[in-house]
């Protein structure tokens, strides 16, 4: 590295980095000046936020948690927020060539510069890229070689559930929503500056790890028996909480963010606007982290909603909003909700759109409304399992019948395609199973066929392999080998290609098992991984998420050396299946639900046995809302949409 | 039975108005499609009263004018719009311009003349001014001389199908040499050919005759568009619409 070119703190880095963007591929990205994006006067605040999203710009723009802390942190006077990004290996390359740091894409100003760099895990996968950015902003890999001159390097986002193995490469995690945090954060940076920043960076990671839900890994120990398994996590300082809890925002209506969404010049993954319509699940769909660490449903009112898509349209131009959350269709004013935006929305080439729903045929009504006067192109059910008893398994139930019968229904409707989403290698699953998904498929487009009256119906089935999270009835199972993955995917494809006339209706998109084993090593995987993670990006692994620049057998070499030290391998913290009293590597990390209902619902799930959604029926003591003091908030509010001017009319 | 969208057809265009807009600075980055993508949002924002198509996908209607390439800045990219309802020019140009990012700026928009002809027909050539930064001008000026003393000088040149070798030369209408020490400035009228040949290819051009390699990234900035006449001077493509509109309006007064 020739660069060693000092720059002051907070001064642009542009004039250094212009030269490069005429060498590298899709430029845009790395420029900013995106609509709605922010620049603040670097000495005109006390406490500067970095936040990554660890993967490429055109997937990281548009992600809601980046976007709503952007706003959440600009908006204090005391404070700044800019957006960094992975950068692809033709940048990364000129940048360590020419000595350019990573850098922010609002103001291109140093990452090293801030005081703090939040990074936000949606997958483990973007582990390497943490290294990746870390290296290039010339932050010391592990958090123990880092002084008062470096950023607090933050994690946050669901992967931060287990944050064992990035322990040694972050600072500390946050758990649950960011919202509050950060700014509770942000106070306790700013007072520590202010005192003149006194006991130097152990006083202050010591102050954070007294924040609520704020997890700083140095001052837990962990101790590992002659097994390979875990003893214990102690604290090692007694000012730090033995247990640590996540956050949970009440009253979303109180935090309509992001009011001013980001609209790229570069083309992103999501080419809409999203609204999140609530938070948290009580499906208790067993397989689902998300569910099980974001729970209790908290809806945003449906006046709160209308007043987040007009001004979200206002600000951005687009031509889509889509509802989100983690199962739109069961928002207590949902179907009020539809009726009233398509209203609104009448006229104005303005198209609304549900994310994938649950298996039902009030989602076809609710879908009919949304698009009821545009294009009617593909709907997207998530039956997850292929089987009515392995749909048991998983907590998703839905009949064979009432499966063929909604997707029907859709056809009846117009809709020409329907996209269907499975796992494979759920617990206790068999060839079987899988199998169920050809028929399923084949009598699908069968009877799309007779009601539709048209051969021109298509049925996309998309599949990718299961992997057991933390914090989920699932976290003891047995994660299935690549090989079995693969081989049922074989047989799914044989089966569905039998019979020609109705298969080539029949899509079949699928992810090979391999990345899978990957992503359940970095999601049950504790702080020894780290090392494998650390080989990893020293031999070239960077854009795990990308079939492109993963490499199964770097992760698999990189695994076989590192973990043999300690008699421990890939198969133990994959397809090993754990013992009720094996203490698991993020036990010390309390997600509100209590592990031995979660045990329990592990049993329930061998034995097949179904549980309701709390919302509707009584509480079944998963252990969240009295451990956070939190309560279940959804309607109906008995409101309804006012008449707007609205954009384009 | 296919779906038919409800109710009437969308109403028709009428009225084309013409913009003449600038990319700039950091924005140079941008390729066509970014642009086509803000346009459409800046559009909506703005709540110009766009026509659309018809259909259950409905477009408005848009048409560009050949795009200046990723990288290159440029002060002339042109784009007509229809309307389904009458605006004021100026107002629709300064409302478009508020609501586009800083570094894409509208500068110019006026209504098209009835019966004036497409205004793809009225380009067929661009002026260009290519700082290179790190070239001295005696050494760009001896470069151009040698390139234009060629009849032919052949560059290898990245298409859809792979390399594909163009004669960089005989599109190249005039080039002149410019500059201060430490940094020399190409100006150059290039014709519209296919494959078109861009600045990238007239620098490779200069390589090859006279191995002009500048140390640092060129900066390329198309300053007009426009048809070219037998004087050398690239015309305003807007001229035509704007002089109808000045004589519509005399002719009004003279009522």
């Known amino acids: 590295m020739t660069g060693t070119t000092r720059h002051a703190s907070g001064e642009t880095l542009y004039p250094r980095l212009e030269p490069l963007l005429a060498q590298v591929q899709k430029p845009i990205q790395y420029v900013g000046g995106e609509l709605n994006a922010q620049v603040k006067a670097w000495d005109d605040v006390a406490v500067h936020w970095a936040l990554m999203y660890p993967d490429a710009y055109e997937v990281g723009l548009p992600n809601q948690g980046l976007m709503i802390l952007y706003e959440v942190l600009n908006e204090r006077p005391d404070a700044l927020a800019e957006r960094t990004y992975a950068v692809w290996p033709d940048l990364a390359g000129l940048m360590r060539e020419q000595g350019v740091p990573q850098f922010t894409v609002d103001a291109h100003r140093a990452v090293g510069d801030f005081d703090l760099l939040g990074v936000s895990f949606a997958t483990e996968l973007g582990y390497t890229n943490l290294l990746e950015a870390l290296d290039l902003a010339r932050i010391p890999l592990h958090a123990l070689d880092r002084d008062e001159s470096h950023p607090v390097v933050v994690a946050g986002g669901h992967a931060a559930f287990n944050p064992e193995p990035i322990a040694d490469f972050v600072d500390c995690a946050v758990l649950g929503d960011g919202e509050q945090a950060v700014g509770d954060i942000t106070d306790v940076v700013a007072a520590w500056k202010e005192q003149g920043r006194p006991g130097g960076r152990?006083?202050?990671?010591?102050?954070?790890?007294?924040?609520?839900?704020?997890?700083?890994?140095?001052?837990?120990?962990?101790?590992?028996?002659?097994?390979?398994?875990?003893?214990?996590?102690?604290?090692?300082?007694?000012?730090?909480?033995?247990?640590?809890?996540?956050?949970?925002?009440?009253?979303?209506?109180?935090?309509?963010?992001?009011?001013?969404?980001?609209?790229?010049?570069?083309?992103?993954?999501?080419?809409?606007?999203?609204?999140?319509?609530?938070?948290?699940?009580?499906?208790?769909?067993?397989?689902?982290?998300?569910?099980?660490?974001?729970?209790?449903?908290?809806?945003?009112?449906?006046?709160?909603?209308?007043?987040?898509?007009?001004?979200?349209?206002?600000?951005?131009?687009?031509?889509?909003?889509?509802?989100?959350?983690?199962?739109?269709?069961?928002?207590?004013?949902?179907?009020?909700?539809?009726?009233?935006?398509?209203?609104?929305?009448?006229?104005?080439?303005?198209?609304?759109?549900?994310?994938?729903?649950?298996?039902?045929?009030?989602?076809?009504?609710?879908?009919?409304?949304?698009?009821?006067?545009?294009?009617?192109?593909?709907?997207?059910?998530?039956?997850?399992?292929?089987?009515?008893?392995?749909?048991?398994?998983?907590?998703?139930?839905?009949?064979?019948?009432?499966?063929?019968?909604?997707?029907?229904?859709?056809?009846?409707?117009?809709?020409?395609?329907?996209?269907?989403?499975?796992?494979?290698?759920?617990?206790?699953?068999?060839?079987?199973?899988?199998?169920?998904?050809?028929?399923?498929?084949?009598?699908?487009?069968?009877?799309?066929?007779?009601?539709?009256?048209?051969?021109?119906?298509?049925?996309?089935?998309?599949?990718?392999?299961?992997?057991?999270?933390?914090?989920?009835?699932?976290?003891?199972?047995?994660?299935?080998?690549?090989?079995?993955?693969?081989?049922?995917?074989?047989?799914?494809?044989?089966?569905?290609?039998?019979?020609?006339?109705?298969?080539?209706?029949?899509?079949?998109?699928?992810?090979?098992?391999?990345?899978?084993?990957?992503?359940?090593?970095?999601?049950?995987?504790?702080?020894?991984?780290?090392?494998?993670?650390?080989?990893?990006?020293?031999?070239?692994?960077?854009?795990?998420?990308?079939?492109?620049?993963?490499?199964?057998?770097?992760?698999?070499?990189?695994?076989?050396?590192?973990?043999?030290?300690?008699?421990?391998?890939?198969?133990?913290?994959?397809?090993?299946?754990?013992?009720?009293?094996?203490?698991?590597?993020?036990?010390?990390?309390?997600?509100?639900?209590?592990?031995?209902?979660?045990?329990?619902?592990?049993?329930?799930?061998?034995?097949?046995?179904?549980?309701?959604?709390?919302?509707?029926?009584?509480?079944?003591?998963?252990?969240?809302?009295?451990?956070?003091?939190?309560?279940?908030?959804?309607?109906?509010?008995?409101?309804?949409?006012?008449?707007?001017?609205?954009?384009?009319? | 039975m296919a779906r038919q969208p409800e109710g009437p057809p969308p109403p028709p265009t009428v009225q084309k108005l013409r913009l003449r807009y600038a990319k700039r600075g950091p924005l140079r980055f941008a390729s066509h499609r970014d642009l086509a993508r803000a346009l459409e949002r800046a559009l909506r924002r703005a709540q110009v009263p766009m026509a659309f198509s018809a259909g259950f996908s409905p477009h408005p209607k848009i048409s560009y004018v050949g795009a200046a390439p990723t990288g290159a800045a440029s002060e002339a990219e042109y784009v007509e719009i229809g309307l389904a309802e009458r605006r004021d020019p100026e107002a629709v140009r300064a409302a478009l311009d508020a609501s586009l990012p800083p570094g894409v700026d509208v500068l110019e928009c006026v209504e098209a003349a009835e019966g004036g002809g497409s205004l793809a027909d009225r380009i067929d050539a661009a002026r260009w001014r290519v700082e290179l930064p790190g070239v001295e001008p005696e050494e760009l000026a001896a470069a151009v001389a040698a390139f234009l003393a060629s009849d032919v000088v052949t560059v290898a040149k990245r298409t859809k199908n792979g390399l594909k070798d163009v004669d960089a030369r005989e599109p190249v209408a005039s080039a002149a040499s410019a500059g201060t020490a430490g940094c020399a400035i190409l100006t150059m009228v290039v014709r519209q050919v296919t494959p078109a040949v861009r600045p990238d290819d007239v620098l490779a051009a200069l390589a090859a005759v006279a191995d002009l390699r500048p140390p640092s990234p060129p900066r390329a900035v198309r300053e007009a568009q426009g048809r070219l006449d037998d004087s050398g001077i690239v015309a305003d493509p807007l001229g035509p619409d704007r002089a109808a509109r000045t004589r519509c309006q005399g002719e009004h007064a003279a009522v």
């Open chain 1, 202 to 649: 152990v006083e202050l990671l010591a102050r954070l790890a007294r924040v609520d839900g704020v997890y700083v890994p140095r001052f837990y120990a962990v101790g590992y028996g002659p097994d390979g398994a875990i003893t214990a996590v102690t604290r090692t300082r007694d000012d730090v909480p033995a247990r640590v809890g996540k956050r949970t925002v009440m009253d979303l209506d109180e935090w309509p963010y992001p009011k001013t969404p980001l609209v790229p010049l570069a083309e992103s993954v999501h080419e809409r606007m999203s609204v999140e319509i609530f938070r948290g699940c009580t499906r208790g769909c067993r397989f689902c982290q998300a569910g099980m660490i974001t729970r209790p449903v908290r809806e945003r009112t449906i006046t709160g909603i209308g007043s987040m898509v007009d001004q979200g349209l206002r600000a951005t131009g687009y031509e889509e909003v889509g509802l989100l959350s983690l199962s739109s269709a069961d928002h207590s004013e949902i179907g009020q909700l539809a009726k009233e935006l398509a209203d609104r929305y009448e006229g104005t080439n303005t198209g609304l759109s549900l994310p994938s729903t649950r298996v039902d045929a009030f989602n076809v009504t609710l879908a009919n409304e949304l698009s009821r006067n545009g294009r009617r192109s593909g709907l997207t059910f998530a039956p997850e399992g292929g089987s009515e008893r392995i749909r048991r398994v998983i907590n998703k139930t839905v009949s064979k019948d009432d499966l063929v019968r909604t997707v029907t229904t859709a056809y009846a409707n117009g809709w020409r395609q329907v996209k269907l989403y499975f796992m494979c290698g759920l617990p206790t699953e068999t060839d079987e199973d899988v199998l169920e998904i050809a028929e399923l498929a084949v009598e699908v487009i069968r009877a799309g066929r007779e009601a539709s009256g048209s051969k021109d119906v298509r049925c996309t089935v998309s599949i990718g392999g299961f992997v057991p999270k933390p914090h989920t009835p699932f976290q003891w199972a047995g994660q299935a080998s690549a090989e079995t993955i693969d081989h049922r995917l074989r047989v799914l494809r044989q089966a569905i290609n039998a019979d020609r006339r109705i298969g080539r209706s029949i899509g079949l998109r699928y992810h090979d098992g391999k990345p899978g084993v990957v992503e359940g090593l970095l999601s049950r995987g504790d702080r020894r991984v780290g090392r494998v993670i650390e080989r990893v990006w020293r031999e070239g692994g960077r854009f795990d998420g990308w079939s492109e620049h993963f490499s199964y057998e770097r992760w698999t070499a990189a695994a076989a050396e590192e973990l043999s030290a300690f008699g421990v391998d890939l198969d133990w913290f994959t397809t090993r299946e754990r013992t009720q009293d094996e203490v698991l590597p993020w036990d010390h990390l309390d997600s509100g639900l209590d592990k031995e209902w979660l045990w329990d619902d592990w049993q329930e799930a061998l034995s097949e046995e179904e549980v309701a959604d709390c919302r509707w029926t009584p509480c079944y003591d998963c252990g969240v809302c009295p451990t956070n003091g939190t309560e279940i908030q959804i309607g109906p509010t008995g409101r309804s949409l006012l008449p707007l001017t609205v954009v384009g009319r």
